[in-house]
């Protein structure tokens, strides 16, 4: 899962980012509404987490332009304005949940991976694709009942895949998903967690659409190697 942090206080941000990468995200933090709007016109992501305390400006105000752009991905307002006018106002100008501060880590990325399965047309907690079974929420990876290991590069990859459901992904949108906005990405970063992903869990799990990029390949079968 990536995740765009909209935070301007440094100690909040730091806890929320080490927190979420031991879930197995990849987090971009900018720190006002200047920063979020230019990281949405450079990159994909799959959350948004919106502070509405801006330095430069309302969180609100950032909220309700993307809608207008038609930027229709989760958000989730944290912030410490607990007014239920607030509340109400928040969720009118687009969000899709409101957190408030302080709040318990795990109920947060709960709650994300709610929003990122709902946007992804899915209701369950596990995502099955023939004999592969992945967890979002914990990061596990089962292939014929047998526990597979993926590094945090590897299983953001293959959750990008599976909740693309078979849309053709290029390489940019796989490399925003793995490294955001991260410029120091070897050219074939990329191409090396492919390799490790289709030895691990075979080699037609990712379909290679030359010239356009990749997308998952049919279900892997029910039947176990011999």
Request: hydrophobic share 40%; glycine share 8%; proline share 3%.
């Amino acid at each position: 899962m990536h995740v765009l942090l909209v935070e301007d206080d440094d100690l909040v941000a730091s806890g929320l980012i080490a927190g979420l990468e031991l879930h197995h995200c990849v987090v971009d933090r900018v720190g006002t509404a200047r920063q979020a709007q230019a990281a949405l016109d450079q990159f994909e992501c799959d959350v948004v987490i919106l502070d509405l305390g801006l330095p430069d400006g309302n969180g609100l105000q950032v909220l309700s332009h993307w809608r207008q752009q038609g930027h229709d991905l989760p958000v989730l307002i944290l912030t410490a304005r607990d007014a239920v006018h607030e509340r109400v106002t928040g969720l009118e100008c687009g969000a899709d949940d409101y957190v408030l501060k302080p709040f318990e880590l795990d109920e947060l990325i709960a709650r994300l991976h709610a929003l990122v399965r709902r946007a992804a047309g899915r209701s369950l907690p596990e995502i099955s694709h023939g004999a592969l079974r992945v967890r979002p929420s914990t990061g596990e990876v089962w292939l014929h009942r047998n526990a597979v290991s993926l590094s945090r590069r590897e299983f953001a990859l293959l959750e990008k895949l599976l909740n693309a459901r078979g849309r053709v992904l290029t390489e940019d949108q796989l490399k925003d998903s793995l490294y955001g906005m991260d410029a120091g990405v070897e050219s074939n970063a990329l191409n090396v967690h492919i390799y490790h992903l289709r030895r691990k869990l075979g080699k037609e799990l990712i379909i290679t659409e030359r010239g356009v990029g990749y997308r998952l390949g049919s279900p892997v079968s029910s039947e176990s190697p011999s």
